[in-house]
T-cell receptor, first 114, second 114 residues
C-alpha cells in the first residue's frame, strides 16, 4: 500500500531564511507526487507536482521540490521565506491505477517569524 | 472564475440532526470528491464520484452519504451526525481522465457536532 510521511508537524523559521519541508513516501509502484498549500481559513491549492522527467520541479511562489527515488523522498524547499508563506503544507501521492486516490501526509505547519 | 464552492462555511449542530453540506463546481469536471481534515491525520477521502450517478466509497465513508444527480453538484449528507464527525470538510474536483491533474479544492466547511 502507498503511504506518505511528513515527520515534521511544525517548522518554525525566520523570515528570509531557507527552509526544507520533508516528505517521504512508501510504494511498491511508480508514483506521482504533489505538494499542496493551505493558507489560513482557505482550501488547498497546488504548489507543484512531479509526474516524470526532471527530478527537480519548480512551483509557484518560489518553491521547488526534488524527487529522489532511491531515498523515496520529495522534499520541498525555498531559499528565502516570507511572512506570507506561513501556511500548512501537504505532501500527497498518486499512482497508475489509483484513478481516484490521492493519499495525503499529515501536513507541516510552516511558521515564519519576523 | 473557476472555482469550487461549499456551503455553509461554518456549522454547529447537535447529535442526530440531519444536515447537508453543498458543493458546486463550475469547471465541468467529471470527478468530485469529499475529504475530511483532522489534526495529525491530514486529509482523508470520504466519498468520490466519477460522473453523474456514479459514486463510490473512499477511506472513511461511515456515517456519510453522497449523491450526484447533476455534474456540477456533489452534496455531502450526514443523516445522523455524531460528535466524532466534528471536522473540517473539503470538496474537490478535477477532470476525470486526468488523474494526475490538479485537484481544485473548495474553501472548506467547519462542522461542529455537539
Amino acid at each position: 500500500a502507498q503511504s506518505v510521511t511528513q515527520l515534521d508537524s511544525q517548522v518554525p523559521v525566520f523570515e528570509e531564511a531557507p527552509v526544507e519541508l520533508r516528505c517521504n513516501y512508501s510504494s511498491s509502484v511508480s508514483v506521482y507526487l504533489f505538494w499542496y498549500v493551505q493558507y489560513p481559513n482557505q482550501g488547498l491549492q497546488l504548489l507543484l507536482k512531479y509526474l516524470s522527467g526532471s527530478t527537480l520541479v519548480k512551483g509557484i511562489n518560489g518553491f521547488e521540490a526534488e524527487f529522489n527515488k532511491s531515498q523515496t523522498s520529495f522534499h520541498l524547499r525555498k531559499p528565502s521565506v516570507h511572512i506570507s508563506d506561513t501556511a500548512e503544507y501537504f505532501c500527497a501521492v498518486s499512482w497508475d491505477g489509483a484513478t481516484n486516490k490521492l493519499i495525503f501526509g499529515t501536513g507541516t505547519l510552516l511558521a515564519v517569524q519576523p | 472564475e473557476a472555482q469550487v464552492t461549499q456551503n455553509p462555511r461554518y456549522l454547529i449542530t447537535v447529535t442526530g440532526k440531519k444536515l447537508t453540506v453543498t458543493c458546486s463546481q463550475n469547471m465541468n469536471h467529471e470527478y468530485m470528491s469529499w475529504y475530511r481534515q483532522d489534526p495529525g491525520l491530514g486529509l482523508r477521502q470520504i466519498y468520490y464520484s466519477m460522473n453523474v450517478e456514479v459514486t463510490d466509497k473512499g477511506d472513511v465513508p461511515e456515517g456519510y452519504k453522497v449523491s450526484r444527480k447533476e455534474k456540477r453538484n456533489f452534496p455531502l449528507i450526514l443523516e445522523s451526525p455524531s460528535p466524532n464527525q466534528t471536522s473540517l470538510y473539503f470538496c474537490a474536483s478535477r477532470r476525470r481522465q486526468e488523474y494526475t491533474d490538479t485537484q481544485y479544492f473548495g474553501p472548506g466547511t467547519r462542522l461542529t457536532v455537539l
